[in-house]
T-cell receptor, first 114, second 114 residues
Framework: SAVISQKPSRDICQRGTSLTIQCQVD?????MFWYRQQPGQSLTLIAT?????????ESGFVIDKFPISRPNLTFSTLTVSNMSPEDSSIYLC???????????FGPGTRLTVL | EDQVTQSPEALRLQEGESSSLNCSYT??????LFWYRQDPGKGPEFLFT???AGEEKEKERLKATLTKKESFLHITAPKPEDSATYLC???????????????FGKGTLLTVNP
């Protein structure tokens, strides 16, 4: 199984600022995924990050709000821009399980926006 | 639009009291149904993948089954350490561009009292 770490584990931010979340995997993977888990809501896919190409965003999510970088096969960042209290959520990255159709998840970043 | 509904939202059991969690889904072209366990402050932990109606998977006290419209997670003689949120997800061709998109339900919070 893949070992996934995220930084920071939690943060409290002011409205209007931006936060960059890092995701590190212990093995090379082609795709990495970013999810949001809002209180009382289901895990929702934000975007898929492929190394060497632009991220693919799901309906309702835009690059200006959630820019993603994927500089190599083991690392990705998600930035939450111009934050508002509605962005308070847990943000998780995941990678595909080799040989299966499911994903391993990181521990998540708990973000609170005041 | 793909939909996943889990019930009940919360379930409280006594140790040793068996029960089932339900996951009903509406999806075009199901590729797989997945069960995850999520402990507080952690990312989801993969449990099972089911691909076709009639399929069953078992792991310790857990057994997952799949029909054409729903999946059940049966918990036999649960222990307090089984307390967690159990998430169900389906995979179908992505609407926003990802062929690996997982659509999650909101989860069932299981509490097992000693």
């Amino acid at each position: 199984s893949a070992v996934i770490s995220q930084k920071p584990s939690r943060d409290i931010c002011q409205r209007g600022t931006s936060l960059t979340i890092q995701c590190q995997v212990d093995s090379q993977v082609t795709m990495m995924f970013w999810y949001r888990q809002q209180p009382g809501q289901s895990l929702t896919l934000i975007a898929t990050a492929n190394q060497g190409s632009e991220a693919t965003y799901e309906s309702g999510f835009v690059i200006d709000k959630f820019p993603i970088s994927r500089p190599n096969l083991t690392f990705s960042t998600l930035t939450v821009s111009n934050m508002s209290p509605e962005d308070s959520s847990i943000y998780l990255c995941s990678v595909p399980v080799r040989g299966a159709d499911t994903q391993y998840f990181g521990p998540g970043t708990r973000l609170t926006v005041l | 639009e793909d939909q996943v509904t889990q019930s009940p939202e919360a379930l409280r059991l006594q140790e040793g009291e068996s029960s089932s969690l339900n996951c009903s889904y509406t999806v075009s072209g199901l590729r797989g149904l997945f069960w995850y366990r999520q402990d507080p402050g952690k990312g989801p932990e993969f449990l099972f993948t089911l691909y076709s109606a009639g399929e069953e998977k078992e792991k310790e006290r857990l057994k997952a089954t799949l029909t054409k419209k729903e999946s059940f997670l049966h918990i036999t003689a649960p222990k307090p350490e089984d307390s967690a949120t159990y998430l169900c997800a389906v995979q179908a061709p992505g609407s926003g561009g990802s062929n690996y998109k997982l659509t999650f339900g909101k989860g069932t919070l299981l509490t097992v009292n000693p």
